[in-house]
């Protein structure tokens, strides 16, 4: 969903609705057919604008709200207005890039600074410090080449959950084996491979779920010894 849009995108989103009912109850006018996509880009815009400013920021398609009512009134411009918008989105990309990969060189610094200060989950830690140690250590990048170093870290971390022996379903540990090998294949390869999306996104959406539902007062739930068939 996040490729679509954001939780965010609803409330904005909603905003921009009441607002242009509201517009077209007291200025008909505005919502002619003539005026319409003036009108939308108009209320975009400015809607979109002021809640990404006040921390709310709805994206559409990974693009802010105002940024898809400004295309709506290049659109309506003509061929010039399109060119700028085109050249608009060119720049924005760019800066997208820049800036998360930025970010990401940060993160991956953090990263490596907690699991010098916690080498492992704490001991008789609850669960929600267990997913928090997870959370902090493991790093799986979107723009960042997964370096041996890279692969090394998490194995590190997935073999520290694996010796923690949480309580998983069957997806979520086959899950956590594939971006095992994935990881392994890596550290070993001739050149860093790119981020793998299909593997990397199920086990960070595991750990945020796990997170969410983690007790902070209770230990960590470990998983039942396997049966061991009568002979």
């Not at 880009?41 to 940024?67: K, N, Q, S, Y």
């Not at 370096?147 to 086959?174: D, F, G, I, M, Y």
């Amino acid at each position: 969903m996040t490729l679509i849009f954001n939780l965010w995108a609803i409330p904005v989103g909603l905003l921009i609705y009441l607002i242009l009912l509201g517009i077209e109850h007291f200025f008909p006018s505005t919502m002619t057919p003539g005026h319409t996509a003036w009108t939308v880009g108009i209320v975009a815009v400015v809607i979109g604008a002021l809640t990404d400013m006040v921390g709310i920021r709805g994206r559409l398609f990974l693009m802010p709200i105002w940024m898809i009512g400004l295309g709506i009134i290049c659109y309506k411009l003509g061929w010039p207005g399109t060119l700028v918008f085109v050249a608009l989105l060119i720049a924005v990309g760019i800066w997208f890039f820049r800036a998360g990969k930025k970010k990401e060189i940060e993160d991956w610094a953090k990263a490596q600074e907690q699991l010098i200060r916690a080498p492992a989950p704490p001991a008789s830690g609850t669960e929600s410090e267990f997913w928090e140690w997870v959370k902090a250590t493991l790093f799986l990048p979107t723009w960042m080449n997964f370096t041996p170093e890279l692969c090394k870290h998490n194995l590190t971390v997935l073999q520290a959950v694996r010796s923690a022996n949480p309580e998983l379903a069957p997806a979520e540990q086959a899950a956590i084996g594939a971006l095992a090998q994935f990881l392994l294949r890596g550290q070993d390869a001739p050149k860093p491979p790119g981020s793998d999306l299909k593997l990397q996104n199920p086990v960070s959406e595991l750990i945020e779920k796990r997170l969410r539902k983690a007790s902070k007062e209770a230990p960590l739930k470990k998983a039942p010894p396997p049966l061991i068939p009568a002979t």
